[in-house]
């Protein structure tokens, strides 16, 4: 079973959603037009990759398993 998560910001449990920078159209124009910039800007991309809560899209979120986790589950969450 695939561990939960919580949100700092609003409180938010469930699975966080992963994001990643940047335009995915502008990647495609720039490895059409230019082979380099388009090469160096999917990397970046790649590597920018980030987990965010899946409602406010805060990077803030944490395992519910953890002692902050545990904590703003009592905050937010009282009766799971």
């Avoid at 990397?43 to 409602?55: E, F, G, V």
Wanted: net charge positive; with cysteine; proline share 6%.
């Amino acid at each position: 079973m695939k561990e939960k998560f919580i949100c700092t910001a609003c409180g938010h449990v469930g699975n966080p959603k992963k994001v990643t920078k940047g335009s995915f159209f502008i990647e495609v124009a720039l490895w059409i037009f230019f082979i380099l910039p388009g090469l160096i800007y999917s990397i970046w991309r790649l590597t920018s990759k980030h987990q965010a809560c899946a409602k406010c899209g805060s990077l803030g979120v944490v395992p519910i398993s953890s002692p902050i986790g545990a904590e703003l589950v009592k905050k937010y969450h009282p009766n799971i």
